[in-house]
Antibody
Framework: QVQLQESGPGLVKPSQTLSLTCTVS??????????WSWIRQPPGKGLEWIGY???????YYNPSLKSRVTISVDTSKNQFSLKLSSVTAADTAVYYCRRAFDIWGQGTMVTVSS | SYELTQPLSVSVALGQTARITCGGN??????VHWYQQKPGQAPVLVIY???NRPSGIPERFSGSNSGNTATLTISRAQAGDEADYYC??????FGGGTKLTVL
């Protein structure tokens, strides 16, 4: 079955760019009419949608984060990625990748701190 | 901007029925998904497109959506159902989450 796995640095300095990758296994990122999402959850708080991308490259972002977010897809590696620029402590969260609305990765904690 | 409103907490006696609501303007015209999240774990889809249950989710979980309210119903609540529950529309916007306590 399809599985997703997030990877990337667990610590990012303020004002720098957070970069995460989600690797899809058990299925092709290019197959089906799926989109691929990033979602985050600050400690002790609720879920916040960041954005999603279709394998074709079309993207849709949360308006509140749009100016700082870039989501891209690499079909050759069966991966999609998140870049969040100019991070602050408020960006500290568990970051999840997800297929459409159904399959989630296990999440990865990212702390923004000097 | 569109908002989804969930109660912060819901309590249910063991074996009874819990109902968790998700309010939004004309939410009945939108597809609603529901997720269960236990501490330290990723969310799990329990209901999709208002009332559909993914494979592996017990029949005790059901959903409805009409007017300005979508509802997740958990019948014969078990201790293992204790979790946070989130609604979502447009595959993007989330409600604030509801903590379900089984007494």
């Amino acid at each position: 079955q399809v599985q997703l796995q997030e990877s990337g640095p667990g610590l990012v300095k303020p004002s720098q760019t957070l970069s995460l990758t989600c690797t899809v296994s058990g299925g092709s990122i290019s197959s089906g009419d799926y989109y691929w999402s990033w979602i985050r959850q600050p400690p002790g708080k609720g879920l916040e949608w960041i954005g999603y991308i279709y394998y074709s490259g079309s993207t849709y972002y949360n308006p509140s984060l749009k100016s700082r977010v870039t989501i891209s897809v690499d079909t050759s590696k069966n991966q999609f990625s998140l870049k969040l620029s100019s991070v602050t402590a408020a960006d500290t969260a568990v970051y999840y990748c997800r297929r459409a609305f159904d399959i989630w990765g296990q999440g990865t904690m990212v702390t923004v701190s000097s | 901007s569109y908002e989804l409103t969930q109660p912060l907490s819901v309590s249910v006696a063991l074996g009874q029925t819990a109902r968790i609501t998700c309010g939004g303007n004309n939410i009945g015209s939108k597809n609603v998904h529901w997720y269960q999240q236990k501490p330290g774990q990723a969310p799990v889809l329990v209901i999709y497109r208002d009332s559909n249950r993914p494979s592996g989710i017990p029949e005790r979980f059901s959903g409805s959506n009409s007017g300005n309210t979508a509802t997740l119903t958990i019948s014969r609540a078990q201790a293992g159902d204790e979790a946070d529950y989130y609604c979502q529309v447009w595959d993007s916007l989330f409600g604030g989450g509801t903590k379900l306590t089984v007494l």
